[in-house]
């Protein structure tokens, strides 16, 4: 299983604001295990953190701005796109003002930073949400859409639609984080001619130049007016007659506003707080239906905060019942797993098939058999006893004994013709023969039940 990642070392850009025109920096920090992404503003009286997730999002107007207790930071979604693609799961993020810094509007020199200083492995499981069904959002008014369709890794596809001779239609597609790096990072933002006079009007944009914009020029307008606009950005008069790009830097790739709808995306997805295995097809993407469906996979995560394991029961075991059986002592009847399906160092994933033969169920109950919830434990710590025996010599002179079961709970019943799945995952490294383990049962994508338990393994006589 894939460990979680944080930076090696810190590191820190500097640059002007997009919207406010301050001379920022932003560092980025190595952080713990199950940190998440957090954001620190080090200019505010006692510093506060912000939980770097979607529930935190206050505006979506031109950037993504999470807010708590009154103190914003805005234009975070580059940054956030960099460390999510680039696999980092933990970060501290201290910032000297209201925004992150735009640099060239691009998320190109945060990649670039990351690599420089490397990344490290750390000790807690990666905590993918996985994609089992497809999940929609859709806004009526505005066109625009979300789809996540399962998929083995995540990847994206975008679609942009603008009322533009310049752009009027184009899309982008990421199939591998790996290529985010080469692909989406260097694409930068862009802002159309007619949005640059109200945006001015609102407050915002005051860092925003030709350096760190790609700027579309398609709708004429009269040369005074246009030239009224340049004076306003502080760039030289242009032809008022010649409609495209305006910028110091030609475009990367002709798809460049594609791919950086794309980047954006990825930033704002990376709010859902877990990264997803699953692919995306987003339809005239922004940042406000971005935060939307974060939002709504955030309240999806909840409901199924522990997902099932995936049993494909075409794929040959890691153990068939021939190996089962020269680690566990156990026969029948009270042999409780059939097969595993996965094994880690420090978690097993064991299946077991119920059917209405069960001996148990003669007597529990002749009129509505339903499995003892003593023999759904039992089967629990049979599966656990497999992922400690398979690390012994000899296995067949030990066995194992409980000492404890704490905080059980059985959430449905379990009747014949239920699959049982168990997901068992040790909660500290085995000493001197003591395990302790958090035990789940699934039936489907349910939990029927789960426990915590300690036990001992004990060479027999």
Not at 71 to 92: F, P, Q, R, W
Not at 125 to 138: A, H, L
Not at 309 to 338: K, Q, S, T
Not at 402 to 423: A, E
Request: hydrophobic content about 40%; aromatic content about 8%; some cysteine.
């Amino acid at each position: 299983m894939l460990k979680q990642k944080t930076l090696k070392d810190s590191f820190s850009l500097s640059g002007k604001g997009l919207h406010t025109g301050l001379d920022l920096t932003v560092t980025f920090n190595p952080a713990p295990d199950n940190h998440g992404y957090k954001i620190q503003r080090i200019d505010v009286e006692g510093q506060p953190v912000i939980d770097a997730v979607a529930d935190n999002v206050t505006e979506t107007t031109r950037g993504t701005v999470l807010g708590k207790n009154g103190v914003k930071v805005s234009t975070i979604e580059h940054g956030m796109a960099a460390l999510y693609a680039l696999g980092i799961d933990n970060c501290l993020i201290q910032v000297n003002g209201p925004e992150f810094p735009i640099l060239d509007g691009s998320a190109r020199y945060y990649v670039e930073e990351i690599e420089k200083v490397g990344t490290e492995e750390q000790s807690a499981v990666k905590d993918y949400y996985i994609i089992k069904s497809k999940i929609e959002f859709r806004d009526e008014k505005t066109g625009s859409s979300i789809i996540v369709l399962p998929d083995e890794n995540f990847s994206l596809n975008v679609l942009v639609s603008y009322d533009s001779t310049i752009i009027p239609n184009q899309f982008a597609t990421l199939e591998n984080m790996d290529d985010f790096a080469s692909e989406i990072a260097g694409s930068r933002t862009f802002v159309f001619v007619r949005e640059i006079e109200p945006l001015l009007s609102a407050g915002l944009i005051k860092g925003g130049d030709l350096d760190n914009a790609i700027v579309i020029y398609e709708r004429q307008m009269t040369q005074e007016n246009y030239d009224k606009l340049a004076d306003v950005m502080g760039v030289p008069h242009m032809d008022a007659g010649v409609l495209g790009y305006i910028n110091h830097k030609p475009l990367v790739w002709p798809n460049e506003c594609a791919r950086h709808k794309l980047l954006d995306a990825i930033g704002d997805l990376a709010l859902i707080g877990k990264p997803i295995k699953g692919r995306i097809i987003a339809t005239r993407p922004g940042h406000t239906i971005n935060n939307k469906f974060a939002r709504q996979m955030r309240k999806e995560i909840r409901l199924h905060d522990i997902q099932a394991p995936i049993y494909n029961c075409e794929e040959l075991p890691v153990m068939d019942i021939n190996r089962i059986c020269e680690l566990l002592p156990h026969r029948y009847p009270f042999l409780l797993v059939d097969k595993v399906i996965e094994l880690g160092p420090n978690h097993i994933v064991g299946v077991k098939n119920i059917t209405v033969n069960e001996p148990f169920f003669q007597g529990h109950f002749p009129q509505e058999p339903v499995m003892p919830g003593v023999l759904q434990i039992e089967a629990m710590a049979q599966v656990g006893g497999l992922l400690v025996l398979n690390s012994v010599d000899e296995p067949e002179r030990y066995s194992t004994y409980f000492l404890k079961i704490d905080g059980v709970k059985f959430r449905q019943k379990v009747v014949p013709g239920d699959t049982l799945i168990f997901r068992l995952e040790l909660l500290a490294p085995i000493r001197r023969g003591i395990s302790t383990m958090k035990g789940y049962v699934f039936v489907g994508e349910k939990v029927a039940c789960e426990a915590e338990f300690m036990a001992q393994i004990i060479k027999n006589k």
